[in-house]
Structures are given as structure tokens and as C-alpha cells.
């Protein structure tokens, strides 16, 4: 039930819907560089980037788990 209130609330936050861009769109490497960029930069706090992470792979049509197994993934092939 967190979940879907946290989702709802994102979407409610920076609008769009669930799956509005297509996946192809998407690259896992990319977020994780802004990511990383952003607060390296000092521009934004991990809360905040964490929450726009989130709203990008989901108006990506992408689920938290097919995204958190992807970035483990992408982790174990960087090490």
C-alpha cells in the first residue's frame, strides 16, 4: 500500500502516467550518471534525486522490480 500511495504521489508531483514514454527510450546507465552528476554537483539531496529517478522509470512503463533487478545487473557487470 506505500508503494502505490509513494507512486500516486509522484505522479501527482511531476505529473505524467505509468508507461507514457516508451521503454526504448529508457537507459539505465544514463539515470545512474544523472544521478550521480546531480549530487556530486551539490544541486539536489538524495531524497530528491531518489524521487526523480523513480518518476523517470516509471513513466517509462517500467516496475520497481524489473528497475531494481536491472541496476543490479548493471552494478555487477561495472565491478
Known sequence: VEDIEMIVN???????YFGQFDKSEFSIEEIIVE???QLN???????????KMWH??????????????ELGE??????
Do not use: D, Y
Open 74 to 79: 548493471c552494478v555487477e557487470q561495472k565491478q
Open 10 to 16: 509522484i505522479f501527482f508531483a511531476f505529473g505524467g
Open 56 to 69: 523517470r522509470v516509471l513513466i517509462h512503463g517500467i516496475t520497481p522490480e524489473v528497475f531494481l533487478r
Open 35 to 37: 544521478f550521480a552528476e
Open 41 to 51: 554537483a551539490g544541486n539536489t539531496t538524495l531524497h530528491s534525486q531518489n524521487i
